[in-house]
T-cell receptor
């Protein structure tokens, strides 16, 4: 079973920041938090991952709480092409399971 | 990190026949590959974990004799759907990793393979 909980859907206005939350209260010390997104009929696209420090790359920022029980993926300036299902995954020792994800819809 | 390629992107086969899907790690060696299945409007479901040179580990409810997985090299894993039936029609996706998750390696996914059994 997936170890994460995400809201099923979110909307965001184009050009605004999209903040996608994820709860992973049972995360253990050596587990990383990974974020992927999937656009219809394609394989999941890697976005970002982290252990306990906040991370930033060209696509997004990942904010992990100090207790590591939750995280937030931030798309700083959402575009229509960011409409997708976003998956937050806690991965442990050769085990990567997907939850239901959050369907983000970016609106004009 | 690995770039992962799947082939074919889509395939149509007759009921009762077998079909093979390839998953290749293009720019690095993948010690572990994962196979998923995804039905319309559902999330990815892990089918099996494949380690190079050893037998795959199947998830509960996944028939190992029906979904044959071979991981003979560090860059190639194959999934063979044997005696396919229409209910096997799905989107099959693989991913590849080098090392373990505890090392924080980036995991990349293939483009997926659409299987339609008629």
């Amino acid at each position: 079973d997936a170890k994460t909980t995400q809201p099923p859907s979110m909307d965001c206005a184009e050009g605004r920041a999209a903040n996608l939350p994820c709860n992973h209260s049972t995360i253990s010390g050596n587990e990383y938090v990974y974020w992927y997104r999937q656009i219809h009929s394609q394989g999941p696209q890697y976005i970002i991952h982290g252990l306990k420090n906040n991370e930033t790359n060209e696509m997004a920022s990942l904010i992990i709480t100090e207790d590591r029980k939750s995280s937030t993926l931030i798309l700083p300036h959402a575009t229509l092409r960011d409409t997708a299902v976003y998956y937050c995954i806690v991965a442990n020792n050769n085990d990567m399971r997907f939850g239901a994800g959050t369907r983000l819809t970016v609106k004009p | 990190g690995a770039v992962v390629s799947q082939h074919p992107s889509w395939v149509i086969c007759k009921s009762g026949t077998s079909v093979k899907i390839e998953c290749r790690s293009l720019d690095s060696q993948a010690t572990t590959m994962f196979w998923y299945r995804q039905f319309p409007k559902q999330s990815l479901m892990l089918m099996a974990t494949s380690n190079e040179g050893s037998k795959a580990t199947y998830e509960q409810g996944v028939e190992k004799d029906k979904f044959l997985i071979n991981h003979a090299s560090l860059t190639l894993s194959t999934l063979t759907v044997t005696s396919a039936h229409p209910e096997d029609s799905s989107f099959y996706i693989c991913s590849a990793q080098q090392g373990s998750f505890s090392s924080g390696n980036t995991i990349y996914f293939g483009e997926g393979s659409w299987l339609t059994v008629v």
